[in-house]
């Protein structure tokens, strides 16, 4: 292995996750199979029964060495994808065939066949069928190529689409279950959270704003990597995120020094016009995946320290020309409307800087939306060190941001999609419900 080039090594990668895909969709079927073969009226004749385990799941899992979990969503995932057969006899489509097609050639494995179907069929009673086929349709396609918790972010979204009316109660019973434990155990004071959207907003804000300004003035005006000094500790992210937690606290507690790096705790709640005027629909909150309901968006905009994003149909955002060198903030929020925090790699606005495609200085780039994006320190050098191009596809938060490889990653440099419209769900028919 410690010979093969980078291009071997990541072609191998890429040839081993499509054999493994292949492979799950095959497994998917067997399982369906055996699960057919074990139907509960089939009593001790049961496929599963007769060779001695209780259901087929728990056949699976102790014959491939599994956990019973992941042969149940194996089992479920084939039963979805399979073709029927009715009453009479006659063959019939799988119950979900847009992703049956899609794990069939390849193109997504089993975890997020699973996780597409799991979400469908959670909305399947509430939306019309037509709705439901449409969004299966769009979803089989968009998971190409996204990791399973960049599909989650994609899932949900979705699902408020599909489902808005679904999202108070959902928001009502995740409120009911937040909560804060306290203890103390070998010297050390133990918090475990659990916060709703709504009110982890803020918490998340706050501590991001303070943990990254601690990153930027470490960094020093290079922007390189943090100052060699031997004798400042280093600390890892999750104890950073701890000082950050206590020196809010202190705030609070009636600390009255200044300078405390809180201007980037922003929460930003963003909606269109027409749903906030209607009432239906969703919202999204900076940093936080799952949507809301317009109630908790409306109740979240008369709190201090929250800014609510209202788009018209446009969605069309005035550039500043060469007037400005520096993003202002308006812009800045702008771009993070489009790019939904660093384009590249999905860290929060609060992570990120925004960067003129087009230099200011070399190329007389303008200060506008089309020239500029929104990238964390990392991918900003691993972009000019590696030679990778960055192209603004639309104007306004309705652009499209695309990341061209240089030709030793692809040598074809075909472009990848970034910001936040690898995460944005575009039904291909209008919302309704059943």
């Not at 995120?241 to 809010?248: E, T």
Request: hydrophobic content about 40%; glycine content about 10%.
């Amino acid at each position: 292995m410690d010979g093969l080039t980078h291009p071997e090594l990541v072609g191998l990668n890429g040839a081993l996750g499509a054999l493994r895909r292949r492979v799950e969709a095959a497994h998917a079927q067997v399982a369906s199979e055996i699960a057919r073969q074990s139907r509960p009226e089939l009593g001790a004749e049961g496929l599963a029964k007769k060779n001695g385990y209780r259901n087929p799941a728990l056949l699976i899992a102790t014959t491939t060495g599994t956990t019973v979990g992941d042969a149940s969503r194996l089992v479920a995932v084939g039963e979805a994808t399979a073709p029927r057969r009715t009453f009479s006899g006659a063959d019939a489509p799988a119950r979900h065939p847009h992703v049956a097609r899609a794990l069939a050639t390849g193109d997504i494995g089993m975890n997020a066949s699973a996780a597409i179907i799991a979400m469908l069929d959670r909305v399947a009673l509430r939306a019309a069928p037509d709705v439901v086929d449409s969004a299966e349709q769009t979803l089989a396609g968009q998971a190409v190529g996204l990791s399973l918790d960049q599909l989650g972010r994609v899932l949900a979204r979705a699902e408020a689409y599909i489902d808005p009316d679904g999202l108070e109660p959902k928001e009502e019973q995740l409120r009911g279950e937040r909560g804060l434990v306290m203890f103390e155990r070998a010297g050390m004071v133990h918090l475990n959270a659990k916060l709703d959207p709504e009110s982890a907003a803020p918490v998340k804000a706050a501590i991001e704003a303070i943990v990254t300004a601690e990153f930027r003035n470490e960094a020093g005006n290079d922007g390189v990597g943090e100052r060699d000094d031997a004798d400042a500790p280093r600390r890892t992210l999750s104890q950073r995120q701890a000082d950050a937690l206590v020196q809010l606290a202190t705030h609070v507690a009636g600390c009255t020094a200044t300078g405390r790096p809180m201007e980037g705790a922003t929460v930003i709640v963003r909606m269109t016009l027409a749903d906030l005027e209607s009432g239906n629909g969703s919202a999204t909150v900076d940093g936080i995946d799952q949507p809301i309901s317009i109630a908790t968006a409306r109740r979240m905009a008369a709190s201090g320290g929250v800014i609510p994003c209202v788009l018209d149909g446009d969605s069309e955002i005035v550039d500043w020309g060469r007037q400005r060198r520096l993003f202002t903030l308006a812009q800045r929020r702008a771009l993070a409307e489009r790019d939904g925090g660093c384009a590249m790699c999905g860290l929060p606005p609060g992570m990120t800087k925004a960067h003129h495609l087009r230099w200011w200085s070399r190329d007389a780039g303008p200060t506008d939306l089309s020239n500029g994006v929104l990238l964390c320190e990392t991918c900003h050098h691993r972009i000019h060190d590696n030679g990778w191009d960055i192209r603004i596809e639309g104007r306004g938060v309705e652009g499209r941001v695309w990341f061209v490889p240089p030709p030793h990653v692809d040598p074809d440099r075909v472009p990848r999609l970034g910001g936040n419209a690898r995460f944005s769900f575009v039904a291909r028919t209008a919302r309704a419900r059943g």
